[in-house]
Structures are given as C-alpha cells and as structure tokens.
C-alpha cells in the first residue's frame, strides 16, 4: 500500500472511507480514471481533518456522479453543467464533489469560462493555488501516485498560498477572496510574487468584475469557517468587504455577534449538516447591528436564491416552533430537553442559544451539549448490543435506554463516619522558681 494511500485513510472518517470505496468501485466499473484532488489533498498534506472528498475524471463526471447517486443512495444537490461537476450528499451526511478532468479559458475577467476536456495533468496546471493543484491517483494500475506539476506540496510545507498563474486574479477575480479566506483558515502566508500580483489586480479594479451571485456563494462558504469574524476582519483590511455590503465596511458593530456565534458553533458535533446549518445564524450575527433596509437589501444585492435568504431571514420565525417548548415548565426531565433538542433544526437551536434571553432556554440548551449529548455518546456498543427487541420496537427501545441513562439520579454516597474527637491537651506542670 502507498504511504500516502495509507495516511488518506487514516485522514478520512469511517464513512468517508466507505465513501471513497463506493466511487472508487463506480470509476472501476466505467473503466474511468479517478483522482482526488483539490481542497481533500491539501487538508490531508497539511495534516488537517479533511471536510469534503473532491474527485476529478478524465470522462463523464456527471454521468458518473448519477451512478454513485444511484448505488450508494447519495443524493445530487447540485450540478454545474458548465464545468460537468457535482455535490453529492450520501446518507451518512459525508459530503463529495465529482467533477471532469478541464481546462477553462476566460474571455473576459470575471466572465464565464469556456471549458473542455482536458488531461489531469492539465487540470492541475489550471487551478488557482499550487497547494489545490495537487492529485492523488486512485486507479488501479497506478494507485497511490501523487501528482504535484508545480510542487505545491513545498508550498504547503512551507505554509505559503502561491498563485498558480500570474493572470489567474485577472482571469477570475473571485481567487482574490479565496485568497483572504484560505490564508485566515489555514494560517498561511501569501507568497512575495503572489501579493505583487495582487496588487497589480487590486489597482486594475479587477474584483469590481466578480459577479453578485459568486460574492453570494462565498459569503456562505465563509458561515462554514470556524474563524468566520477574522475573515470578515482580513476581508474589511482588505477593502473587500465592501464588495459584499457597502454598510457592513463601515463599521466593526459585527465583531462581539460574530465571535458569540463562533463559540456557540463549536458546541455543535463538527459534521457536514451542522457546518451547513450555521449559515441561517452567521448572517443574523453578521447583520445584527445593520439597518432593517440593508438587511432585507443584502439578499438581492448578491443575488440569493429564495431558499437560501429564507435560511436567515425567516430564521426567528422559525425558532419560535422550538422557542416554546424549550421554554416550558413541563420539559423536566434531561431526557424531554435531549429529545426535543436531538430532534430540532440545527440552525434553529444555534439560533437560540444566540438571540433568546430567556435563562432556562440558554440553561437547557447548554446542559444538552455538555451533559446530555455526551453521556449518549459515551455509550459503548457493548450497552447499545443488550437491547433485546423486535426491529419494529428497536427506535423505541433505544429512546428508552436513553431516557433511563439521563434521568436516573447518582447513587447517593454513604454518609460519612463522625471522625473520632481530637485526644485532650496534657497538663503543662508550672515550673518551680527558685
């Protein structure tokens, strides 16, 4: 096995291992050749929790990604068929893009690329940093080769983001931003010859040509980041937040809502649908001190689809579902405060631990991921195997279990021996004076 095949695996969650199994079999079987490339080669290589699989073929990709879709019962929720690549979502929440092996060519900045097939060697050569330009072949014959055109994998070990092409911010300004938020995320410095380039495009007005709907897309991907109020900052050092909201760059009102908002986001389980939950209360922190008009303004400046503003705008609304219950004097019990919560929109409870100034919503939510979720993890399957019911009865069964491991009391501790009382002083004998 290859040593880098070998810390691929010990990089990846168990379901992104079987992940990676399911479309290594799909590739097999269409007789394509498959990499993994991009933002998974980068994390790993850098010794970092690696987030999302990214794939690339030297074929059909979308036809590729329906069939993976089909077997391993993962649904598409998007597909470019510009750029013929995919997101794909499986049922245990691990997160993949498949994409076609291309090169892109510009017309005009900031335009949309004309693409055609290309060669990985090309696709690589393509790409916006030296340290996503990296591949790892998964196919049979050469497996575990890993492929780095423009020694990228330097670049990582030196902690620097170095542009792949000197017209690249040109070509696509949006790298301007992926640059802030790569080197805020991975504590990388910008290269010496890279920030010259970036001057030069700054002074050309280059990031005035990033479409609305693109600054949209990577103001969500930023609610994802864990250090979401320094990328705000480097953007605003910048004189790119502006791009977003000319009010948001007026002002640092967005700093205390931003830097709550992250410590309540790292209470939360670190998955895929947590991490695209937080996008809903990112914006309401981010947005918390702006005007009502530039708030309701924001979602057709960057063009948001309805879904996506909805995630915020309709936000509150939809927390008072979960609001009135969490505030109840019938919910006692650990194991009422474990259900409800378990069961509720993650966007809706970080809502609420954010905004409501209610004592026993903020106690009950606080004690469900301090005590309550992690005594239910604690579980071993040895416990979880001495459940003996039906498989109708299985789901309630395990509810029960739960509910009697949070709500019985400790045992109470023996009360203590009275301690034996202290022995009495010596006489002190008067000594004789002559």
Same mark, same amino acid.
């Given at each position: ?88 979502? +499986? ?37 916006? +940093? ?132 992250? $410590? ?104 469900? +991921? ?25 789901? $309630?069964?395990?509810?029960? +279990? ?33």
């Amino acid at each position: 096995m290859s040593d880098y095949i070998y810390m691929l695996e010990s990089h990846l969650s168990p379901d992104q291992n079987q992940v990676l199994g399911e479309v290594m079999a799909a590739a097999a079987q269409a007789n394509v050749n498959l990499f993994l490339t991009g933002g998974a080669m980068r994390d790993m290589l850098a010794g970092l929790r690696i987030r999302d699989l990214d794939f690339v073929v030297e074929g059909a990709a979308l036809k590729l990604a329906k069939v993976v879709a089909q077997h391993a019962g993962a649904t598409i929720v998007s597909a470019d068929e510009n750029r013929k690549s995919a997101e794909l979502i +499986f049922r245990s929440g691990a997160t993949a893009q498949i994409a076609m092996s291309r090169q892109e060519r510009y017309p005009r900045g900031g335009g949309k690329p004309q693409v055609s097939p290309a060669t990985i060697q090309e696709d690589l050569r393509g790409r916006d +940093f030296t340290c996503n330009a990296i591949a790892l072949s998964l196919n049979k014959t050469s497996r575990g080769l890993l492929l780095d055109p423009l020694n990228g994998l330097a670049d990582i070990e030196r902690r620097e983001l170095r542009a792949v092409s000197a017209y690249g911010f040109y070509d696509d300004p949006t790298r301007l931003l992926r640059l802030v938020r790569l080197s805020v995320r991975l504590g990388f410095t910008i290269e010496e010859r890279t920030a010259m380039q970036v001057a030069n495009a700054r002074e050309a007005e280059v990031e005035k040509a990033i479409p609305a709907r693109t600054l949209g897309a990577e103001l969500k991907l930023i609610g994802t980041e864990d250090n979401v109020a320094g990328i705000i900052d480097a953007l605003a050092q910048a004189d790119l937040l502006a791009l977003f909201s000319p009010a948001l760059a007026a002002g640092h009102a967005y700093r205390a809502g931003l830097a709550r908002f992250e $410590k309540i986001a790292r209470m939360l389980p670190d998955e895929p649908q947590t991490r695209a939950a937080r996008f809903g209360p990112f914006m309401y922190a981010l947005t918390e001190h702006a005007g009502a008009r530039e708030r309701l303004a924001l979602p057709k400046r960057l063009e948001m689809s309805r879904g996506t503003a909805n995630q915020w705008l309709q936000l509150e609304a939809r927390s008072r579902k979960l609001l009135a219950p969490l505030r109840s004097v019938r919910i006692r019990k650990p194991s009422q405060v474990y259900q409800l919560v378990s069961a509720a929109p993650p966007d809706q409870v970080m809502f609420l631990m954010y905004a409501s100034p209610v004592k026993p919503v903020q106690d009950r939510l606080r004690a469900y +991921f301090q005590k309550y979720l992690p005594a239910v993890q604690e579980i071993t399957p040895e416990e979880w195997a001495t459940l003996d019911a039906k498989p109708s009865r299985q789901h $309630k069964a395990r509810e029960e +279990f739960i509910a009697n491991r949070l709500d019985r009391r400790p045992p109470r501790k023996p009360p203590a021996e009275p301690l034996p009382p202290p022995p009495a002083p010596e006489p002190v004998m008067a000594r004789r004076t002559r």
